[in-house]
C-alpha cells in the first residue's frame, strides 16, 4: 500500500504584474521593462458586508494609520541587458498571504512615470503608469480685499 502525500501551500508566490504605459491621448501600450516593489499594507480596512460598512472596535480614528509598510519582495523585469545593474535586480522574493493586502510600486525603465496599485495576495495586479513627459498642474487663485 502506497502513501501520498500532497501539500498545498498557504502561501503563493508573488503574483504576475501587468504593467500598461498610458499615453496622453488615452492609447495604452505594455511595458516590458521595469523595477518593481511590494509592501505588506499595513492601512485600516473598514470591514464591508453586503456593501455596508461595519462598525470595529478599532475605529478609524485611532488606528488608521500606519508609517511602517514592510517590503515583502522586489525585483526587475527587462534589465538583462545591464550586467552591472543586473546584480542590484535580482529579485528578492516571500510568498504573499492571499488574505493580506498589498502595494506595488512600479518604475518603468524609459518613457512612463512611477505608477502603483494596492492588491489583494490572491489577486494578480494592473499597474498603470502615465506617459512623460506629464503636463504640469495649473492653479487658479481669486483674492481680492474685502473692506
Not at 460598512?53 to 508609517?67: C, E, G, I, W, Y
Not at 519582495?73 to 545591464?82: I, P, R
Not at 493586502?101 to 512615470?113: D, M, N, T
Amino acid at each position: 500500500m502506497a502513501l501520498t502525500l500532497m501539500v498545498i501551500p498557504r502561501h503563493r508566490p508573488n503574483p504576475p504584474v501587468n504593467v500598461i504605459g498610458v499615453e496622453a491621448d488615452g492609447t495604452e501600450t505594455p511595458v516590458t521593462s521595469y523595477r518593481w516593489l511590494v509592501q505588506e499594507d499595513l492601512t485600516y480596512r473598514v470591514p464591508i458586508v453586503a456593501g455596508q460598512p461595519q462598525p470595529d472596535p478599532d475605529t478609524l480614528a485611532v488606528s488608521f494609520h500606519k508609517s511602517y509598510m514592510p517590503v515583502v519582495s522586489k525585483g526587475c523585469v527587462g534589465y538583462g541587458d545591464l550586467d552591472d545593474l543586473q546584480s542590484s535586480c535580482d529579485a528578492v522574493s516571500a510568498p504573499l498571504d492571499p488574505d493580506k493586502y498589498y502595494f506595488i510600486s512600479v518604475l518603468p525603465r524609459e518613457g512612463y512615470a512611477i505608477g502603483g496599485t494596492d492588491f489583494k495576495g490572491s489577486e494578480s495586479p494592473t499597474v498603470y503608469a502615465n506617459a512623460e513627459p506629464m503636463p504640469t498642474a495649473q492653479i487658479s487663485i481669486l483674492i481680492f480685499q474685502d473692506d
